[in-house]
């Protein structure tokens, strides 16, 4: 076999070793590839099979609070609010807000034994230059969204006797119906509120009743964080907005839509 023969069996024996190695390269890649796939899909059919347990795992029910207090609780999106919830709220909300017995909010079993005279707070650039709403109503007046808690408390400054402050007036908001509550978008609704607000006087046990019926609307908020003391202004304004609602009007019932 001559020299030129046997450099071109060299060569195609080379190229095919050549051609050998880049096959066994693609099939060991290959193969790799086809590890890695099965791997994937394993790990997919046990998040699968994850998934399927909690949704069909019942949600809970019940939650215990950082005092030790235990609550039933019920699945809800963040902008969802149950129609009891929302009628509480303003039932509560409309009821300390207009209320005015002269004295000041109970915080304390010796406060309820003797209440104290509550002075009010000053509240100005009212129609009459300056006036006073009680201390209750103030602190009710966190549940009203910021904007519409400035003219709201200027309107009840105007409009709160000032008797209320001397002792010889007292006012009671007496609800009489409170319509379910109605929604008008997401997060907000709106109900109607049948009360009347009765006006005692010294010399007056009978009272002047004054019709009270509004239409009140209501959207849905973050609700805040528990305060780490439950004292003070920040256990008022926590427990007056933990319901995660807020009052952003109000208006006389029979008044166009807003």
């Given at each position: 076999?001559?020299?030129?023969?046997?450099?071109?069996?060299l060569?195609?024996l080379n190229?095919?070793?050549?051609?050998?190695?880049k096959?066994?390269?693609?099939?060991?890649?290959?193969?790799?590839?086809?590890?890695?796939?099965?791997?994937?899909?394993?790990?997919?059919l046990?998040?699968?099979?994850?998934?399927?347990?909690?949704?069909?795992?019942?949600?809970?029910?019940?939650?215990?609070?950082?005092?030790?207090?235990?609550?039933?609780?019920i699945?809800?999106?963040?902008?969802?609010?149950?129609?009891?919830?929302?009628?509480?709220?303003?039932?509560?909300?409309?009821?300390?807000?207009?209320?005015?017995?002269?004295?000041?909010?109970?915080?304390?079993?010796e406060?309820?034994?003797?209440p104290?005279i509550?002075?009010?707070?000053?509240?100005?650039?009212?129609?009459?230059?300056?006036?006073?709403?009680?201390?209750?109503?103030?602190?009710?007046?966190?549940?009203?969204s910021?904007d519409?808690?400035?003219?709201?408390?200027?309107?009840?400054?105007?409009?709160?006797?000032?008797?209320?402050?001397?002792?010889?007036?007292q006012?009671?908001?007496?609800?009489?119906?409170?319509q379910?509550?109605?929604?008008?978008?997401?997060?907000?609704?709106?109900l109607k509120?049948?009360?009347?607000?009765?006006?005692?006087?010294?010399?007056?046990?009978?009272?002047?009743?004054?019709?009270?019926?509004?239409?009140?609307?209501?959207?849905?908020?973050e609700?805040?964080?528990?305060?780490?003391?439950?004292?003070?202004?920040?256990?008022?304004?926590?427990a007056?907005?933990s319901?995660?609602?807020?009052?952003?009007?109000?208006?006389?019932?029979?008044?166009?839509?807003l």
């Open positions: 076999m001559t020299d030129s023969a046997n450099q071109k069996r060569k195609f190229r095919r070793q050549t051609i050998l190695s096959g066994d390269a693609l099939a060991l890649f290959a193969v790799g590839t086809l590890g890695l796939h099965i791997i994937t899909l394993v790990l997919l046990l998040l699968y099979g994850s998934y399927s347990k909690l949704s069909k795992k019942e949600a809970p029910s019940l939650v215990q609070l950082q005092d030790g207090k235990s609550i039933t609780v699945p809800l999106g963040s902008k969802e609010r149950t129609p009891q919830v929302i009628t509480r709220f303003v039932n509560d909300t409309m009821t300390l807000m207009m209320n005015a017995s002269g004295t000041l909010p109970a915080t304390t079993p406060d309820a034994r003797q104290k509550d002075s009010g707070i000053d509240i100005r650039s009212t129609a009459n230059g300056r006036g006073k709403v009680t201390t209750a109503a103030w602190q009710a007046s966190t549940a009203l910021e519409f808690r400035k003219e709201f408390l200027k309107l009840l400054a105007d409009t709160t006797p000032q008797g209320v402050f001397k002792e010889t007036t006012i009671v908001l007496t609800p009489l119906s409170i379910p509550p109605v929604k008008i978008a997401e997060g907000k609704w709106k509120l049948i009360a009347n607000l009765t006006v005692f006087d010294k010399g007056n046990n009978l009272g002047d009743v004054i019709p009270f019926n509004k239409e009140i609307f209501v959207q849905a908020v609700a805040p964080e528990p305060p780490v003391q439950m004292t003070g202004l920040a256990a008022v304004i926590y007056v907005r319901s995660g609602l807020e009052i952003y009007a109000i208006r006389d019932i029979g008044e166009e839509n």
